[in-house]
């Protein structure tokens, strides 16, 4: 009888720590470590920077087609808004501008000029400026959807030097459910344990040990990966608990987390204008930009030449084009902090997401986190049965030496 009661303080509590410490391994295992350690080809890379560049295509290829489009977020702004913002900035350097430009023209006549008419004069510029940016704004629209390329975005935002950020988005979304694994194994393995004292007290076989191991190890990863997603409907069972996958089951709550990950670290409004800039077709929207306002002055002028009291040759007014482009140009990096608060505000990246993604049916659900891992799930359960095996031995020996 003490020798059954030993058994059974220690056999369950080892099960328990067996399946507890594989189910760790596990999800460990996805994350770390970071850059491969082994020797040729044998050893392991977590499996989360080991494969980003693929999981952020499966990213970029779910937001894009099921959450936001380039088109839709670029005919969410309004183009007065950003007038409004170039606008108060142009303000202070407008007078300057006109100054320069006069000098081109007429060498000393601006400041001959009484005040009410340059008043008059810089009222009708600023006018003529906003109104050019709505317009150089229709014009460009095209190309500007085309430069925002939401899914080239995505994948720069979570690989490369990125790549933290995928790992930080998997364990916020996932956080409970890999909590679940672990805590899960710990139970489970319990639970084997006290049948493992059961066969032992009628077979007395110290190799039952490795191989129930063996078993807690395959069985706890294998079920609790189940248990995550499976079933994806609340389903009874045995006329008496209700259950549902915890990853289904948290869906609206994961939409919540996925979006503020996605509008914090992903696509922001400084990732967005960054790419833009930095882009080959952002490098063609700035040509295009620049010809717009070159066109627009061109239409303006053709109707206020005739009112000009001196005559303006196509070298001065290529050169008042250079000065308005250069100064507008010379401006947007000004208002980018401006911009960037509008663009958040209006883009609704955080809420477009969470909407979409809530209302997502649960196959294409499932793919957000078990698509990270499930070509790696049968190495996560084959090394929880080989490291309950080695613990279960372990338990073998120390059977033994109290017998």
Not at 35 to 56: D, H, N, S, Y
Not at 216 to 224: D, F, I, M, R, S
Not at 237 to 266: C, H, M, N, W
Request: glycine share 6%.
């Amino acid at each position: 009888m003490p020798e059954i009661v030993l058994l059974l303080l220690t056999i369950p509590t080892v099960t328990a720590l067996i399946g507890w410490i594989t189910n760790w391994a596990a999800v460990k295992m996805i994350f770390h470590p970071e850059k491969f350690i082994g020797i040729g080809p044998v050893g392991w890379q977590g499996i989360l920077t080991r494969q980003a560049p693929k999981f952020a295509q499966n990213v970029a290829n779910m937001v894009t087609e099921n959450f936001l489009t380039a088109e839709q977020m670029v005919n969410s702004v309004d183009p007065k808004q950003v007038e409004k913002l170039l606008g108060d900035k142009l303000d202070d350097s407008t007078k300057k501008l006109v100054e320069e430009c006069g000098e081109i023209v007429a060498p000393g006549a601006w400041p001959n000029l009484p005040e009410p008419m340059q008043a008059m004069v810089l009222a009708q510029i600023k006018l003529k400026t906003q109104e050019m940016v709505t317009l150089v704004f229709d014009k460009v629209k095209p190309l500007l959807m085309k430069a925002l390329d939401l899914h080239a975005i995505i994948i720069r935002s979570l690989t490369g030097e990125n790549v933290q950020v995928m790992v930080r988005l998997t364990k916020y979304i996932g956080r409970k459910e890999f909590k679940f694994i672990e805590y899960y194994g710990g139970v489970f393995g319990g639970l084997i344990g006290l049948a493992q004292v059961a066969l032992w007290s009628v077979l007395q076989r110290w190799w039952l040990m490795p191989i129930v191991g063996a078993i807690v190890g395959l069985v706890t990863n294998w079920l609790a990966i189940q248990m995550i997603f499976r079933p994806k409907e609340p389903t009874k069972y045995f006329g008496l608990v209700t259950y549902q996958g915890l990853f289904p089951k948290r869906q609206s709550q994961i939409a919540q987390d996925y979006g503020v990950i996605a509008a914090r670290e992903i696509l922001t409004p400084k990732a967005l204008i960054d790419y833009i800039m930095e882009s080959e077709a952002g490098q063609k929207l700035g040509l295009a930009v620049v010809e717009a306002i070159s066109e627009r002055i061109d239409a303006e002028w053709e109707q206020a030449k005739a009112m000009m009291p001196v005559q303006v040759t196509e070298e001065q007014l290529a050169k008042i084009k250079a000065k308005i482009v250069e100064q507008l140009l010379a401006t947007l990096p000004e208002i980018q902090p401006e911009l960037e608060k509008y663009l958040d505000e209006t883009l609704e990246v955080r809420a477009n997401i969470e909407d979409k993604m809530a209302a997502l049916d649960k196959d294409r659900f499932e793919r957000i986190l078990r698509g990270i891992f499930e070509e790696d799930e049968i190495i996560l359960i084959l090394v929880g049965g080989v490291l309950g095996a080695g613990v279960g031995f372990l338990q073998a020996l120390l059977v033994l030496a109290v017998q």
